[in-house]
């Protein structure tokens, strides 16, 4: 029995110590595995800036196009300059009058009535009424720049820019119709003269204001519109009959 345990204390003790070497080994193992882990970690994080990355590839950088030269063309043109006359109408304030106010000639240096808007329905009214025919084209002009179908904001019509309440009470029928405009306004107009004794321009006044302004002030109105309305008709009235002037002159 004793021989036994001593076998048996013996083994104890030797499986022991197997046991002591192996976990030793073991666990020397396990520390320089680590060891070797960590090493080979570090070079690769070291090693890792290092590589080259490839970068996208850099655009194209074409040549400019040149541009296509362009020639420019400059146009002077000559506009007629319009204005606005009192009544609201726009019209062309030099239609048919050369730089020098003179209406164009025609080829053989004579104005001919052919080239003169209405110039026959003007002549017989202005003779049936004893009105001066440069005055009436002067009138017609500047009211509604020989536009037979001219309005304005408040209601005029035609040629002579005739009010409605007007027209009614001269007995024209249609505004728009030229042979009717200008006799119902030259008419008027006459009666605007014998009212004022013969006076043009109080009689224009009164034609573009009323004859109730002009009486109130005792003149024309201090209007810039009917001011200026009259200065106006007063300007073409001198350049046609210097056209007719000039005319005469040619023809004799």
């Known amino acids: 029995m004793n021989t036994d345990n001593l076998y048996t204390h013996t083994f104890c003790h030797l499986k022991d110590?197997?046991?002591?070497?192996?976990?030793?080994?073991?666990?020397?193992?396990?520390?320089?595995?680590?060891?070797?882990?960590?090493?080979?970690?570090?070079?690769?994080?070291?090693?890792?800036?290092t590589l080259a990355i490839p970068?996208?590839?850099?655009?194209?950088?074409?040549?400019?196009?040149?541009?296509?030269?362009?020639q420019r063309i400059e146009v002077s043109l000559a506009l007629p300059e319009v204005e606005v006359i009192s009544a609201g109408v726009e019209i062309i304030s030099e239609?048919?009058?050369?730089?020098?106010?003179?209406?164009?000639?025609?080829?053989?240096?004579?104005?001919?009535?052919?080239?003169i808007p209405f110039h026959g329905i003007i002549v017989q009214a202005?003779?049936?009424?004893?009105?001066?025919?440069?005055?009436i084209r002067a009138i017609i002009f500047a009211e509604s720049g020989y536009n037979p179908r001219a309005k304005s904001e408040k209601g005029a019509r035609g040629l002579m820019q005739l009010m409605p309440s007007t027209a009614k009470s001269l007995g024209v029928e249609d505004s728009f119709d030229p042979e009717e405009n200008i006799d119902g306004?030259?008419?008027?107009?006459?009666?605007?003269?014998?009212?004022?004794d013969g006076d043009v321009q109080l009689a224009l006044a009164a034609y573009n204001?009323?004859?109730?302004?002009?009486?109130?002030?005792?003149?024309?109105?201090?209007?810039?519109?009917?001011?200026?309305?009259?200065?106006?008709?007063?300007k073409f009235h001198k350049i046609f009959k210097t056209e007719m002037v000039v005319r005469a002159g040619r023809l004799a």
């Open 209 to 234: 204001a009323g004859s109730r302004h002009v009486r109130n002030y005792e003149g024309i109105p201090p209007f810039r519109a009917t001011q200026l309305y009259v200065k106006k008709v007063l």
């Open 126 to 135: 202005a003779e049936r009424y004893d009105v001066d025919p440069h005055l």
């Open 17 to 49: 110590v197997v046991v002591f070497f192996v976990t030793l080994a073991t666990c020397t193992f396990l520390l320089t595995a680590a060891s070797t882990f960590t090493s080979a970690t570090e070079i690769i994080v070291d090693a890792i800036p």
């Open 95 to 115: 239609i048919s009058l050369a730089p020098d106010g003179v209406v164009p000639s025609a080829p053989d240096g004579v104005v001919a009535h052919e080239s």
């Open 55 to 70: 970068q996208p590839p850099a655009p194209l950088e074409l040549a400019p196009t040149p541009e296509p030269a362009i």
């Open 185 to 196: 306004g030259v008419r008027y107009f006459r009666s605007l003269l014998d009212r004022f």
